[in-house]
């Protein structure tokens, strides 16, 4: 029989996880093995984001897959205290596995995941806008007409974030047609027309 092979280092650590727990689930007659079985699952989907995101976890030094060492395959003959002890190891508050796992939330698009959500654009620079005092750094123009008429704002006065400058225009049943092309991230302001 050969040994089932892997894309990734990743899946190959899942698989193994995943056969631990079945193992232990079927010897936890007294619910002994609950939290042992708990763990071992959020750590296969913290594993399933950081393979989604390697990048992210790398820079802010929140991997917990290359400290997942020494993981052995379960073969006939391990016993379910090797499994305990392998827990144990990784349980230790102490181990880089755990103090990542518990602080990974640290990282944007891991926090906005396990919430079920997009990741959330948060740009460090740009305008704050009036409506929802979000900061947005995407450019857009719009005719003066149309923003005094939607927002308000007299002589291209104001800023508004896109959803909020959309949003408005809705409520005004004004139908907007958007161009998308490449600009710089610095501020150009046109010299106002009189
Ligand atoms: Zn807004």
């Given at each position: 029989m050969s040994r089932p092979k892997f894309k990734t280092e990743y899946q190959r650590k899942i698989n193994t996880l995943n056969v631990y727990i079945e193992t232990l689930k079927k010897n936890n007659t007294y619910n002994q093995y609950d939290v042992p079985i708990a763990y071992f699952k959020i750590i296969i989907a913290t594993l399933k984001i950081e393979e989604e995101y390697t990048v992210e976890f790398a820079e802010e030094n929140k991997q917990i897959n290359k400290y997942l060492e020494p993981l052995p395959d379960f073969k006939p003959g391990t016993m379910k205290d090797d499994i305990i002890n392998i827990f144990k190891m990784f349980y230790n508050k102490y181990h880089y596995v755990r103090n990542n796992i518990e602080t990974s939330d640290s990282i944007n698009c891991v926090f906005a995941k396990k919430k079920g959500k997009k990741p959330i654009f948060k740009p460090k620079k740009g305008e704050v806008c009036h409506e929802c005092n979000g900061v947005y750094s995407n450019i857009y123009h719009v005719p003066d007409n149309i923003w005094e008429f939607v927002t308000?704002?007299?002589?291209?006065?104001g800023t508004l974030c896109m959803p909020c400058f959309m949003k408005k225009a809705d409520k005004k049943r004004i139908r907007l047609w958007w161009q998308c092309e490449e600009g710089r991230m610095i501020m150009e302001y046109p010299e106002k027309k009189i």
């Open positions: 308000g704002f007299k002589h291209g006065e």
